[in-house]
């Protein structure tokens, strides 16, 4: 009897969730077209736009979804999935939460939800409800997505796995029949060959559900599955070379940022003399370019480590629920996607 008020409080505070936009159905064209006759972070989006355009139409290039943040739980999650979905980009770099926490904890059949109110952040925690902003998750629900990566472990054979191995067993998983929900960001990328690394792979739900299975065998004296973050930046420093031209569509900025543009000075180290810089680039952010930090250097400053061409590269100062669906919806609607070649990298790693 005495948890039935508390229930009832999680339920009205867990009553919205969170609708994702849908970038098929409305054509951003003619807001990108106006932004682009107008001047501050509107034209400064209307040329990130022009420049996503432009890799999508290179037939030599390459683009890559790099993602931080949690554009995921705001909204956005149908718009990469269909970055995917449409052949816009040929593999995604992402922070484990983007992943994990919000794609699978959807793929299973759980919801983030709109926080209409938010009352005292100590009153969330005693109803196990954790909050991003202005957007909350059910714990009990994202303590089920711990469990669920520590039963595929148990699974798996006891070895180093890259992260793009292990989510694309993740993508194997659900595609086996059980997804709750059918059309994730995982399992779409695992049915179009494309990969997604998770560089920092621990800090985010999964590293949870490995941890309790690493402990749970140390202690039978088992053998456990460990993830091979090394083995991540060879595999993605291999599509990069495979790839040879190549554009970066980057949403917020951290480890996946560096992560991806450090392939190119990888592919230097490894005795590679002729590589090329990534030569579209975009980047979405709200970091302050003062701090030092990487998040917020910006793409002209990632030319003097080698990392990214000047010619075509955009800041983008903004939002990225705000931005990033009129951006993806323009190339959408423009098509260049319906004539790449879809380039399928996750099939380089098939007979390693």
């Given amino acids: 009897m005495t948890t039935q008020p508390q229930d009832n409080r999680k339920a009205e505070l867990l009553a919205t969730p969170v609708e994702h936009i849908d970038i098929t159905e409305f ?89 209409n109110e938010v009352p005292d952040d100590n009153t969330l925690r005693s109803l196990y409800i954790d ?32 992260s793009r191995e292990f989510i694309y067993e993740i993508g194997k998983w659900l595609a086996a029949g059980n997804a709750k929900k059918k059309d994730s960001l995982i399992q779409r990328a695992f049915e179009k060959d494309v990969p997604i690394f998770v560089p920092a ?43 040879g031209t190549t554009g970066l569509f980057m949403v917020g900025g951290g480890v996946p940022k560096n992560f991806a543009q450090d392939t190119v000075v990888c592919a230097e180290i490894l005795g590679h003399d002729d590589v090329e810089v990534h030569k579209y680039a975009v980047q979405i952010t709200v970091a302050d370019v003062r701090d030092g930090a990487c998040s917020s250097s910006t793409l002209q400053e990632a030319a003097s480590w080698g990392k990214v061409s000047t010619v075509h590269e955009q800041m983008v100062f903004a ?34």
């Fill in 131 to 162: 909050r991003i902003y202005d957007t909350y998750i059910d714990e009990e629900e994202l303590q089920n997505v711990d469990h669920t990566i520590y039963a595929i472990c148990e699974q798996l054979e006891p070895r180093p796995y890259t």
């Fill in 201 to 243: 792979f621990s800090d985010c739900s999964a590293g949870f559900g490995i941890v309790k299975h690493q402990v749970e065998r140390r202690k039978a004296g088992k053998p456990f599955l460990t993830i091979d973050s090394a083995g991540d930046f060879r595999e993605l420093t291999e599509i990069k070379l495979a790839a």
């Fill in 319 to 352: 939002e990225a629920t705000s931005v990033a669906p009129l951006i993806v919806s323009d190339a959408y609607h423009r098509g260049g996607w319906k004539k790449r070649e879809p380039r399928r990298w996750a099939k380089l790693f098939e007979n390693a």
């Fill in 27 to 115: 054509d951003a064209r003619p807001i990108i077209d106006a932004w682009g006759k107008m001047s501050f972070t509107s034209r400064d989006a209307a040329r990130a736009a022009q420049i996503l355009n432009m890799a999508i139409e290179d037939e030599n290039c390459s683009p890559w979804l790099i993602m931080a943040g949690s554009t995921g739980a705001g909204g956005c999650l149908h718009v990469w999935r269909d970055m995917v979905e449409y052949n816009m980009i040929d593999a995604v770099v992402a922070t484990g939460a983007c992943i994990i926490d919000m794609d699978f904890l959807e793929a299973l059949g759980f919801k983030h939800y709109q926080a």
